[in-house]
T-cell receptor
Framework: DAKTTQPNSMESNEEEPVHLPCNHS???????IHWYRQLPSQGPEYVIH???SNVNNRMASLAIAEDRKSSTLILHRATLRDAAVYYC???????????FGTGTRLKVLA | GAVVSQHPSRVICKSGTSVKIECRSL??????MFWYRQFPKQSLMLMAT?????????EQGVEKDKFLINHASLTLSTLTVTSAHPEDSSFYIC?????????????FGAGSRLTVL
């Protein structure tokens, strides 16, 4: 299964942008890049996904490197409610599985 | 948006009993559902992939006779922990695969916290 690497933790000040990096050097051509986040004691929540082009939605933006070996989730203005563990996942169409890595624990400072 | 209901949210049982957890997609049909297990301070571990009308596919190291998965309809999958023991205590989370922008994405249930005494 293709793997992702993320920093264990990051901090951000409230109202400032946050850039959460993810490395996926073994990505294959048909793998989608997904981001989910998990608040304490809850199930994960879908944030965004992409294949090759950058993507924007109401929650965040996803910037994908040209070689697709890395991506960055961008929260434009962090709020206290954005404090969560953010998981970058590769959805492999060959195996049809979503394998979670260790994720990045984001702490937002008031 | 897509909603997945998972029940019960918390269950406490005695060692040796069986516990059933239900996962329902409320406003969409899910051919494929996934079951995860999560220990405190750890990431989600995929247990099995559940496909409607067929046997579940279990990940390596997950006992299929211990964790029975049934996906009898396009909106319901169940996980039964049979003869539960304290080491089975964990947070179990289901997810249903739906479509978003032409791609498959997951919608998760709120999770079920199992405590085996």
């Amino acid at each position: 299964d293709a793997k992702t690497t993320q920093p264990n933790s990051m901090e951000s000040n409230e109202e400032e942008p946050v850039h959460l990096p993810c490395n996926h050097s073994t990505i294959s051509g048909t793998d989608y890049i997904h981001w989910y986040r998990q608040l304490p004691s809850q199930g994960p929540e879908y944030v965004i996904h992409g294949l090759t082009s950058n993507v924007n939605n109401r929650m965040a933006s996803l910037a994908i490197a040209e070689d697709r070996k890395s991506s960055t989730l961008i929260l434009h203005r962090a709020t206290l409610r954005d404090a969560a563990v953010y998981y970058c996942i590769l959805y492999t169409s060959g195996t049809y599985k979503y394998i979670f890595g260790t994720g990045t624990r984001l702490k937002v400072l008031a | 948006g897509a909603v997945v209901s998972q029940h019960p949210s918390r269950v406490i049982c005695k060692s040796g009993t069986s516990v059933k957890i239900e996962c329902r997609s409320l406003d969409f049909q899910a051919t494929t559902m996934f079951w995860y297990r999560q220990f405190p301070k750890q990431s989600l571990m995929l247990m099995a992939t559940s496909n409607e009308g067929s046997k579940a596919t279990y990940e390596q190291g997950v006992e299929k006779d211990k964790f029975l998965i049934n996906h009898a309809s396009l909106t319901l999958s169940t996980l039964t922990v049979t003869s539960a023991h304290p080491e089975d205590s964990s947070f179990y989370i289901c997810s249903a695969q739906g479509q978003e922008g032409g791609a498959n994405v997951l919608t998760f249930g709120a999770g079920s916290r199992l405590t085996v005494l």
